[in-house]
Nanobody, 123 residues
Framework: QVQLVESGGGLVQAGDSLRLSCVAL????????LGWLRQAPGNEREFVAG????????YYSDSVKDRFTIERDNANNMLYLRIASLKPEDTADYYC????????????????WGQGVHVTVSS
């Protein structure tokens, strides 16, 4: 069982940068892929970034790849999401997720989830 806890959300201005953090607890050896997903009000949960835990291979959704950076720190079981040039449309709940699969780019692929952290971007 893996527990994921996010932090770092809040209210920011458009154009600002933000870093979200996620700590993984428990059976972290079962995590092969880590990811960040987000859900805006009225929308489905959307994949934004993934990283393979062993070699750090990253991949992004086309809508965010120029502004989002996913990073991991295996020694401390941490996952990060850096967001640059924030836009009002980035307002959403952001979730850290983990999977035993080697590649995940959709919500249904991930088995473990954090509780989410809210980000509001004001214009």
């Amino acid at each position: 069982q893996v527990q994921l806890v996010e932090s770092g959300g809040g209210l920011v201005q458009a154009g600002d940068s933000l870093r979200l953090s996620c700590v993984a607890l428990g059976r972290t050896s079962s995590m092969n892929t880590l990811g960040w997903l987000r859900q805006a009000p009225g929308n489905e949960r959307e994949f934004v970034a993934g990283i393979r835990r062993n070699d750090g291979t990253t991949y992004y959704s086309d809508s965010v790849k120029d502004r989002f950076t996913i990073e991991r720190d295996n020694a401390n079981n941490m996952l990060y999401l850096r967001i640059a040039s924030l836009k009002p449309e980035d307002t959403a709940d952001y979730y850290c997720a983990a999977s035993s699969n080697w590649y995940c780019s959709s919500a249904r692929c991930f088995a473990s989830w954090g509780q989410g952290v809210h980000v509001t971007v004001s214009s």
